[in-house]
């Protein structure tokens, strides 16, 4: 039996790079030394300037790029860039590429979002289950039929998107996902964000939003010349130091609760407000000034 005051060791990552480089050829090195653990079920923001690796980086977490050196984990295995591992490492990590153009090619929204599932060999029906829940998860049921290259850039990156949600991969990676889409697309794409999560989905995105990554993600991991660091959104995204030297603004949130604690309107300790609608709701649980 085990005794109950066993400490329970952290759960393996999905996937982790791990002291991981990686150059292009004759280029410099692009990363080195990198160790990124994606554990299950988090939400990640990768940030980091233009050129900084972002791309790269997700490149060889979903196995598209081999890393130089260092080693690649899946379930705590080093994965092996045969046919089989890789099978291994792509029905488990899906990645949506920056440009849709990069990734849709069959005729219609429907052939395209259904091809992966259809590689899996799975059944008719099942296949068309899950495009059906794609569709409507990226609220794109009524582009079914249109051809992808007649649809506009924000349909085509849901359409992307929807491909490889419909491989219910447990790692679902995404580079600049809201690039490009209105208002509306973006609140759309993070609902359904939150449905996946919320079935068990890891999702790992890369963003230059600062904003949208506080509101979402819990974990942060920042590329700088320093390397990457990793750790909480707030704390990371919290440190001026680091957000310099990635070249990234400080959020929203985070400006206000300064503003607030330096009025000693919000303990230091206190969550800070991540959103408008965040800060509306802190506001009006106070009692009002005149009070
Ligand atoms: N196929 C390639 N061959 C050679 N160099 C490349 C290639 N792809 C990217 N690079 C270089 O690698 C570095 C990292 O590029 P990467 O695309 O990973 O950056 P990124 O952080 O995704 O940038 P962005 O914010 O512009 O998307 C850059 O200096 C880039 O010029
Ligand atoms: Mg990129």
């Keep these: 039996m085990t005794s109950p005051t066993t400490p329970t060791s952290p759960a393996t990552p999905v996937v982790e790079l791990v ?3 990686f150059a292009y050829e004759d280029g410099p090195a692009v990363l080195s030394g990198v160790d990124f653990a994606v554990a299950e079920g988090r939400a990640i923001a990768l940030l980091g300037r233009n050129g900084s690796g972002k791309t790269t980086l997700l490149r060889l977490l979903s196995g ?5 050196s260092g ?5 705590g295995a080093e994965v092996t860039y045969d046919r089989k591992g890789l099978t291994r490492l792509r029905t488990t990590v899906q ?3 920056q440009d ?8 219609s929204v429907g052939q395209d979002v259904s091809f992966g599932p259809m590689n899996l060999g799975l059944p008719e029906e099942e296949v068309r289950l899950r495009v059906r829940e794609a569709l409507e998860a990226l609220d794109i049921v009524a582009l079914e039929d249109r051809p992808t ?3 506009s ?3 085509r990156k849901r ?4 491909g490889a949600v419909a491989m219910r991969p447990r790692v679902l990676i995404m580079d600049e996902p809201t690039a490009g889409l209105d208002p509306h697309g973006q609140e759309r794409l993070l609902d359904a964000l939150a449905r996946l999560r919320a079935s068990g989905t890891t999702v790992v995105m890369a963003t230059h939003d600062v904003d949208l990554a506080l509101r979402w993600a819990d974990e942060a991991a920042v590329l700088s010349p320093a390397g990457l660091r990793t750790g909480p959104v707030a704390e990371l995204l919290g440190d001026d130091a680091l957000l310099d030297a990635a070249r990234l603004r400080r959020p929203w949130g985070t400006s206000v609760a300064r503003l607030l604690r330096a009025h000693g309107l919000l303990a230091p300790d206190a969550p800070e407000p991540r959103t408008p609608e965040e800060l509306d709701a802190w506001a009006a649980a106070r009692p009002l000034a005149t009070e």
């Design 149 to 151: 290259h007649l649809l």
């Design 100 to 107: 849709p153009d990069d990734q849709l090619f069959a005729a």
């Design 19 to 21: 002291q991981a480089g």
């Design 64 to 68: 598209g790029l081999r890393r130089g």
């Design 95 to 97: 990645l949506v590429v």
């Design 71 to 75: 080693s690649l984990l899946l379930d």
């Design 159 to 162: 359409a992307a998107i929807a």
């Design 153 to 155: 850039y924000g349909q």
